[in-house]
């Protein structure tokens, strides 16, 4: 099946700072992108969803001046955590789905810690 | 509100067994596609069977298949002979179809295989 990678695979960093996580397609084109947060022994919500050359659609309670996503091409996304605090701390996952392709493929996850 | 539901949080297996988990849904739609992810350890997401809602016959692949009942809004998946690398969480979804292509997932089964 087609690969989408994250980067990084985890991260720890400390409170206020900003954190970005890589979304990329690596074999095929992805006209849209999801980014989920899972926390521990729980399923995954849904953050938002990012078009290729638009704004991210966010779910409602997701601040989306806290979690900026920009899907500047249509093999990458990026999530960044800004002003990052350790309520933040979780496990960030993205997916993609590609064009002509009828299925959501899902990146491997990155673990945020905020100290 | 479009949700899914799984009742059971946790079931355990004998090795060899056959076991099957449970998932409900509510949708008003009359187009849309079934999923059962598998999220083992490693906290990859991995699609074990997809189906489709126009179809009647049930999805299946290889010890993996599904009890599919539309009116009742009813999607069980069933796991023959049961292997210690099945243990992992199980999460129930389904995407609508020509919308925004979204994945709602259930909160999630954990399973484990007895050995």
């Given at each position: 099946g087609a690969v989408v990678s994250q980067h990084p695979s985890?991260?720890?960093?400390k409170s206020g700072t900003s954190v970005k996580i890589e979304c990329r397609s690596l074999d095929?084109?992805?006209t849209t992108m999801f980014w989920y947060r899972q926390f521990p022994k729980k399923s995954l919500m849904l953050m938002a969803t990012s078009?290729?050359?638009?704004?991210a659609t966010y779910e409602q309670g997701v601040e989306k001046d806290k979690f900026l996503i920009n899907h500047a091409s249509l093999t990458l996304s990026t999530l960044t955590v800004t002003s990052a605090h350790p309520e933040d701390s979780s496990f960030y996952i993205c997916s993609a789905f590609g064009a002509g392709i009828n299925e959501q493929f899902f990146g491997p996850g990155t673990r945020l810690t905020v100290l | 509100a479009q949700t899914v539901t799984q009742s059971q949080p946790e079931m355990s297996v004998q090795e060899a067994e056959t076991v099957t988990l449970s998932c409900t849904y509510d949708t008003s739609e009359s187009d849309y596609y079934l999923f059962w992810y598998k999220q083992p350890p490693s906290r990859q997401m991995i699609l074990?069977?997809?189906q489709e809602a126009?179809?009647?016959q049930n999805a299946t692949e290889n010890?993996?298949?599904?009890?599919?009942q539309k009116a009742a809004k009813s999607f069980s998946?069933?796991?023959?002979?049961?292997q210690l690398g099945d243990a992992a969480m199980y999460f129930c979804a389904y995407r609508i179809l020509n919308r925004d292509d979204k994945i709602i997932f259930g909160k999630?089964?954990?399973?484990?295989?007895l050995p």
């Open positions: 985890r991260v720890i960093c095929f084109q992805a078009n290729e050359g638009s704004k | 074990v069977i997809r126009y179809k009647q010890r993996f298949s599904v009890n599919f998946l069933k796991i023959s002979d049961s999630g089964t954990r399973l484990h295989i």
